[in-house]
């Protein structure tokens, strides 16, 4: 080839690299971002009703910034999320980044597990490319469905540079949220998540993305958890104290087979006095317990008001129960050295 028509291909190629559309794959779940109801004034919807075809035609603009691909990973609301629907999920989060295919995922999911999916894949996919979680309040057939626009968003969040290396966040109401701090907080409105311990880390507005901060604990390609290495995770149970408890779900619990339980208990984590002992009998019998609190933020202390030492209980550090529960499961199918888990509380 003479010289200046190479120089004129790799100019040609550079151009053609430099417009090239980034490739955001659109995984579906469900949730009433894909629900619907019967008017635009219904209270009442069925969650999963939408396929994921239907919620992309409803934001065509995406195209103009992005090559759309979209998935159906299952279509359900996500009080019905179970480990399955993860498995299939992370496994092809995970394949798609990190074979190339894509440049970033969205994921389309219910908000009422959004957080524990999200700190899910944040712990266990392998790669610092961008992966979205999207939601909606309203249904797709509501007056002012927030749905759209939210996904207008999310695929803006996903092209968006600087989401790399942030883990898995969660964009809705034109805020960006880090997997680990974002939790469901009000059951309504469309403000509903917050980072309480830390606050949002970002906003997008009409797709205008700007970050303030950055998630610091372990994630995705820094994280102890690989979704290729898990077969199955343990099972978890939480619960949760209140004033004149009694000891019975937690003797349940550990008769019938829990390898560890989350204690949401009242205040820094304190269970009734005769929960506290029944949990103590289930660490001599092998099940990891760890103390957390079901006050929503803050951190929940070893040796507060509890002798965790005497009892041998570990400490959440500053997770809610529904993500605490989510790291000890992971945990437990690493170890059962409480010393290394709970060093996993502290670093994840
Ligand atoms: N239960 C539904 C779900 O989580 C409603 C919540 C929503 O998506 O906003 O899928």
Redesign the pocket.
Known sequence: MRFITKVVFFMFVSVVVAFAKPTIYILAT????A?SGSGALDTSYT??TVTVDKLIAAVPEINKIATIKGEQISN?????MNNEVWFKLANRVNELLTSGKADGVVIT??????EETAYFLNLVVKSDKPIVMV???RSSSSLSADGPLNIFNAVNVAINKETAGKGVVVTMNDEIHAAREVTKTNTTGVE?FKSPNAGKIGTVFYGNVKYYMSPVRKHTVNSAFDITKIKELPRVDIIYSHSNDNPDFANIAIKNGAKGIISAGMGNGNPFPTVIEVLGEGVKKGVVVVRDSRVGSGETTLNGEVDDTKYGFLASDNLNAQKARVLLMLALTQTNDKAKIQEFFYTH
């Open positions: 469900g949730g009433t971002i629900g969650s999963g359900i609301g996500s009080q019905e999911h219910g908000t009422d597990t959004m939601g909606a309040m509903t």
